[in-house]
């Protein structure tokens, strides 16, 4: 928990900011599947909000890019799930 506060504190800096800022089509992709679980289900207030900043944080630079990392994880969930109903089928019928 205190890991992820810390890191997450990064984004108060400008000049984090602005780099990230600068690169966010490489930054984005890689880290909304982990800014999404903490959304979803991190148990600590104070890592949530922080997420939840920097969730609009990335909004606001581009939300054409968010809204398509977004469709990116939601059709990667949809296939998981989708693998995983295929899986318990498979050990169902052996």
Not at 31 to 58: C, D, P, R, Y
Not at 67 to 93: F, G, N, P
């Amino acid at each position: 928990m205190q890991v992820a506060e810390r890191t997450l504190f990064l984004w108060n800096n400008e000049h984090i900011v602005s780099l990230i800022a600068q690169n966010r089509t490489v930054v984005l992709p890689i880290i909304f599947e982990a800014l999404e679980k903490n959304i979803q289900s991190h148990w600590n207030q104070a890592v949530h909000g922080l997420t939840v900043n920097v969730q609009k944080m990335f909004i606001e630079m581009d939300a054409e890019l968010f809204e398509e990392c977004q469709r990116q994880y939601a059709e990667r969930k949809a296939k998981a799930k989708d693998l995983e109903e295929i899986m318990q089928l498979k050990s169902a019928v052996e």
